[in-house]
Nanobody, 119 residues
Framework: QVQLVESGGGLVQAGGSLRLSCAAS????????MGWFRQAPGKEREFVAA????????LYADAVKGRFTASRDNAKNTVYLEMNSLKPEDTAVYYC????????????WGQGTQVTVSS
């Protein structure tokens, strides 16, 4: 079955960097878009970034534009989220998810990884 496994979260000081990974397995993802979402305590889950497996085209939320970079390694079936200039407000559980390019809803979700940014 499809599995998305995130890793790379942790505790970092404001201004620091982290790189999240999402290893995907269980199917071919060439026609999928991989998304990154986050959910902070007491808040709704929000979109962070997305990347197309096939074209590499990316999309970012305004809150992270210029600081976060999504990328993918097709050979490893892994997508990454490079997070720089982290702020305390970036603290959240980060999830990766997958949806078909032609389908609006994300079908598959990982278990999440905690990112905590201290001030």
């Amino acid at each position: 079955q499809v599995q998305l496994v995130e890793s790379g979260g942790g505790l970092v000081q404001a201004g620091g960097s982290l790189r999240l990974s999402c290893a995907a397995s269980g199917r071919t993802f060439s026609s999928y878009v991989m998304g990154w979402f986050r959910q902070a305590p007491g808040k709704e889950r929000e979109f962070v970034a997305a990347i197309s497996w096939s074209s590499g085209v990316t999309l970012y939320a305004d809150a992270v534009k210029g600081r976060f970079t999504a990328s993918r390694d097709n050979a490893k079936n892994t997508v990454y989220l490079e997070m720089n200039s982290l702020k305390p407000e970036d603290t959240a559980v980060y999830y990766c998810a997958a949806r078909r390019i032609s389908y609006g809803e994300y079908e598959y979700w990982g278990q999440g990884t905690q990112v905590t940014v201290s001030s």
